[in-house]
């Protein structure tokens, strides 16, 4: 939770502001890539283009995975979730 004062929020110790700004607690979740396909309606391969920059299809925007070992690899979920709303609010423009 936050409160005012001055004007100014202040946070617990346990929340923190998102890539998008919104108050976001300490918790965080690693999607792996069937949750990713089923949150984006993207396909596995359109996912990895966009993270390629020599594909046509790269979005520098595009949330980096991170390694978890070996050749497992996941998503911050908070990041996916902020990727995801600005492509939601940018059709409105």
């Known amino acids: 939770m936050h409160n ?3 004007g100014l ?8 502001l998102s890539a998008c700004g919104e108050v976001r607690y300490q918790h965080k979740s690693m999607l792996r890539l069937p949750e990713v396909i089923r949150r984006t309606g993207l396909s ?3 996912i990895y283009n966009k993270l390629d920059k ?3 299809n790269y979005d520098p925007s595009f949330p980096r995975q991170a390694k978890l ?3 497992a690899v996941a998503w911050d979920e908070e990041e996916l979730d ?3 709303r600005t492509q939601l609010s940018a059709r409105h423009h």
């Open 4 to 6: 005012q004062i001055n």
């Open 9 to 16: 929020k202040s946070f617990n110790a346990d929340s923190h």
């Open 44 to 46: 596995r391969s359109t």
């Open 54 to 56: 020599n594909s046509p």
């Open 69 to 71: 070992g070996g050749r």
């Open 82 to 84: 902020c990727w995801i």
